[in-house]
């Protein structure tokens, strides 16, 4: 299933995990917690909201860290696991509910960051 899928890529991270995408709750932010607690995780997003923000709190209370960034002018979502960058059809926090694509593209992280 893609929510298996979606949970090894975050466990196979050894350098960094970085999410970009403006729909994030806090099942988001549990499942990024499934990587190596070593692994810094960053998740950028257009939608800074407090609830957002809250559940950030209680999470890093919890769990490693994740640290939260505001980002404007995006529209897709994109998840970087070390080098590899994902093309997500839809948010991580919709996994299960409809079907949708990961596609691994081929250029550098830097080129969204």
């Known amino acids: ?8 890529l975050i466990k196979s991270a050894r350098h960094r995990l970085v999410l970009i995408d403006n729909y994030v709750d806090e099942s988001v932010l549990l499942m990024l917690s499934k990587r190596d607690a070593n692994v810094p995780a960053e998740v950028r997003t257009g939608r800074l909201t ?4 809250l559940d950030l ?12 960034v ?15 960058v ?3 059809g839809a948010s991580l926090k919709d ?19």
């Open 1 to 8: 299933s893609l929510a298996v899928f979606a949970s090894d």
């Open 50 to 53: 407090k609830d957002l923000q």
């Open 95 to 113: 996994l299960g509910k409809k079907l949708f694509a990961f596609s691994r593209l081929s250029f550098s992280p830097s080129m969204l960051l």
């Open 70 to 84: 505001g980002v404007k002018n995006v529209h897709d979502r994109f998840l970087i696991v070390d080098d590899v």
């Open 86 to 88: 994902y093309h997500l």
């Open 57 to 68: 709190q209680r999470h890093n209370a919890q769990y490693p860290p994740i640290t939260l």
